[in-house]
């Protein structure tokens, strides 16, 4: 597969996108009182959110986890709204109710966070029974964790969706641990990718910190999935930066373990790699970054000014 | 009004009816299709409409209403079916943290039109895990609605209603109900969600019946009537939201309330129905509001145990004459 | 493996025992008022019920279904207590509370019948989890139908017992029916018992009529169970020669299909099989039918004579 | 008594002290070993007890239960974390349908004694998936306890009930409490489950606190007293069963009643103490009994919403002044 230069040029912006955006929350959910609420960052997780992301439109559908800023941003929400959401304001995405656990954009097709793991996957296979009902050629790609494919809902999802051939993309990253519990103690097998056999459906494991690989793996299953066979599981093995949620010391990390891991950090290893294809050269980078960063100011410039919602806000929009 | 007409195929007619006017609506759940569920209320429906429309799942009740969910939001009008309710348990969490959060923690950018059926059956001897009636839990969800019909016109109208709502609505229906017979009217029509029925007028009780009881309040007030008592019965017809205005209406008249329901006394509907009525209305009470429910055991499979454990007109009219006398 | 001849004899007189058991329960039920609820037979799944609980003791434990008489008399329950708990009488095994559907004899290892598709599996690892907690070499089996695959009890159950070693066996009885829908409706794939590689243990399919290779198969996987391995999932292919519940006109059956099955009645295929053999003669199998007969005349008796529970009863025994 | 202890510390030591005690008892669920829960409530335990006594599982809510069940009724004591009671909506067909209904259904074969720990988390910001408090649904299941501890000394008390309870227990703490300090008696002692706690004696009008509404209700009482106003305050501890007579005796004392729960009002535990208290209690009664708890609607992320969501001492206290003057 020809990955054009638009393409990757876009599949590094993404990410930067993603992780400047997450960087700057850190910041300042780390500093104190403006930022309510639980937090839980995807930094070094960007490659799966954008490499599967750039393969769909405003149209395809997708869902996401209680870590799922990066996958909003890849595809494609708008930044202020977003940021307004972490800090409680009225101009949030959800009006400042939900927060980043449980945020929502539908215009761009981000049908929801979720704060229950696995229940991403219930829902995913809905909007996928839309789309087939309706005859669009739309698919929803729903992500989720190591973690979640210990529930009920995974299998329960997954086989409705093989029974129903309906086109959903199921996105595990594989960043090891589960809250502070390691892979190893939850899944008693090396690949859950694996598991899809047994649903009659296509599964790969891959490097989930090689965004050109993901691009490739997903646009296959998308493929599949528009051409109507089925559900297809991509497995990409990545790892994330921070602790589970902002605050956790991390202490079940062997010594050496995030070091390791931040050699292989899909931005830093895509950047090395576009320079050495002379895509891209230091300077457009820099501007990138830039950009990127201007957007996040601008974001949080807007969040900050966005009011608290009004009380009554707590009870409107109860019933449609 | 046309022929008489069951329970069960009012509810099937109305489906049908709504399915025929509106492309967006379609039938989901464990053998809805040619089977037409264990009861065969949903049959004929996947002849009509094809298996597109009725769709047979897997056994997977979660995941058939995190299903719904997803189709909602993205414009469809899923009506489920989840057989015996004590099933619904499997579905609690889609029911309670999606559909029923969903459109108010989005701030309103979607909205969840569903229909979730679910078949109370007591009386059948069928036990403990298939014979509960869950609603009252439900009845504490915002944002999600829940009707409880008693006569096959109410069957077929709050069908409608509830496809017709743009929000998630939990259709409870007693299976001990499936065959009871009436005329309906002709054509088009709808039971609006969120209001009570006056059934009967009277002057010194009110009766508060409950989905299914209110075949055994028609009972009771029929006895009660011979005795002189006027009850006047009110069907709830919903139970979130509670109608209670129409409540207090008619306690202001009789100045006493019971409430009959199929489920436990403990934290039933009943309880919140009481709580509020002696709250908003303690000047106009000559007696404390009583309940006729079932108690707090669980249900059993032998017939005697069953039917000592279920409320009925017997225990309706005692309980009146206690509290008049 | 070398069955004995006294194993042979045992096998066949088990599954004559519940034929017998439930051909009259079938009498009593339809002829009208003795018996209330609902009413599920497995006449033709006998050899999966009879096959797996000969390699069991009381000490093992087993979970069954709605369709669960088969397996319970397989384990050694009395039928007495049994049919008096049909009748709905106070000296049924569950005080007549229960009935058919969700009974349990725990003294023979029979932990109970479920109402609820799929939910024996999460209880048979907890059973399994003591049977190791408490360093015993036992084992726990639990019964479900090709319909209860689609469930996430068991995904969630099977992975459980991978991840923590439990001694479990899954026996997965397909009839071909969840209720009134066919497999291939409701399972993407051929064979089930494929899934439990994607838990890293052990799965075969198997004729499920072939009441020794049934046998034979459980030994394995009680011996996998028995030295600390971990779940081992059997699937048999077998046949419910009666409609879901009684009363259910089967008008989903393909014409013939049921006359198919019949000719690989286990119960037939076995007899036949032992006559060749010369493990027995018509003699002794008219002997065995008798005796299974007596049996079941005499829990009849039993149930008949036992009262109805006093309304008391509803009340006691909620809480220990 | 020895030095001041943090609430979740006295749980801690509780479930310790019950497994050096006794062998079948084991804790489980997600993260409960090294990390101790992600609050590291059970920190230290898998030090002590090792890995076969403290049991890492995958994220499988109903699993976990089940097991638990599989395992009370073959003779252990499992102490299952579910960690935030939102996750509780994917358990609720093992709580329900089968833990609190075997022993009875198997007409008393086994027992099912194990624990069933599930956190509230109103007052974090941690939004609609995280904050709920849904305990009502359990305290109408027969054959199920359900305790809310409200300090470090009947923490440490109702978790030492409750593992040696021989029934399912469900055990409610409250996130806002585990910081809480109290000294707590040395030694072995028990806070029996089924009683309320009278925790101030007075006589203008009784006050019974749900769970860590005890803290809002102490707040609420002081201010109340230098008014001079004298609240009688019943910490709850148990909803299910309910130890109505406590709750009725003083009733017949002070003639007024208030119940501050942070569940919602609607189908919330006060509805059936409200309901009972009317039937039992009518001619006691000098003022409707009313309630202190959320409005219906949902638990917001955002923290000005949040607070007005949630009952506090401020509430508390404008309504006993309302309620008395
Ligand atoms: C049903 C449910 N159980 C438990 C939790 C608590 N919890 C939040 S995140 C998490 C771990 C999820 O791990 P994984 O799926 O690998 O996602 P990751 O956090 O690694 O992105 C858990 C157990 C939850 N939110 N929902
Ligand atoms: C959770 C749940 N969903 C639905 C049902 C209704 N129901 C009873 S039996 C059955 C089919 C079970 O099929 P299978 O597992 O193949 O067992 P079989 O009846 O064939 O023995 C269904 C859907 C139920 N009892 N429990
Ligand atoms: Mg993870
Ligand atoms: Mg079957």
Redesign the pocket.
Known sequence: MKISKETKIDLFTRMVKIRTFEDETHKIFMAGKEMPGFLHLSQGEEAMAVGTCANLTFDDAIYTTHRGHGCIIAKGADLKPMMAELFGRIDGCCKGRAGSMHFADVKTGCMGSNGIVGEGMRLAIGTAFAQKYQKTKNVTAVFFGDGATGTGAFHESFNMAATLKLPVIFVCSINFYAQMTHKSVHIPIEHVADRAAGYGAPGVTIDGNDVELVYEEVSKAVKHCRAGKGPYMIEGITYRHHGHFIGDPCNYRPAGELEEWLKKDPIVLYEQKLLKEGVLDEKRIQQIKEECKNLVDEAVAFARQSPQPDIEELYKDILA | MGKPIMFQWAINHAIAEEMRRDPTVFIIG??VGKPGGPFGVTRGIIDEFGPERAVDTP?S?GAIIGLCVGAAAAGLRPVAEI??MN?IT?CVEELYNQASKMRWMFGAQVKVPMVVRAMTAGGYGAGP?HSSSLESWFASMPGLKVVMPSTPVNAKGLMKAAIRDDNPVLYVEPLSSYRIKAEIPEGDYITPIGKCEIVREGTDITIVSVGRMLQEALKAVDVLEKDGIKPELIDLLTINPLDMETIYASVKKTNRLVIIHEAKQTMGIGAEIAASVQEKMFDWLDAPVERVAAPFTHIAFQPKLEQHYLPDATKLVAKVKQMLG
């Open positions: 464990e053998d056994i009740e057989m015996f099933f499997l895990h």
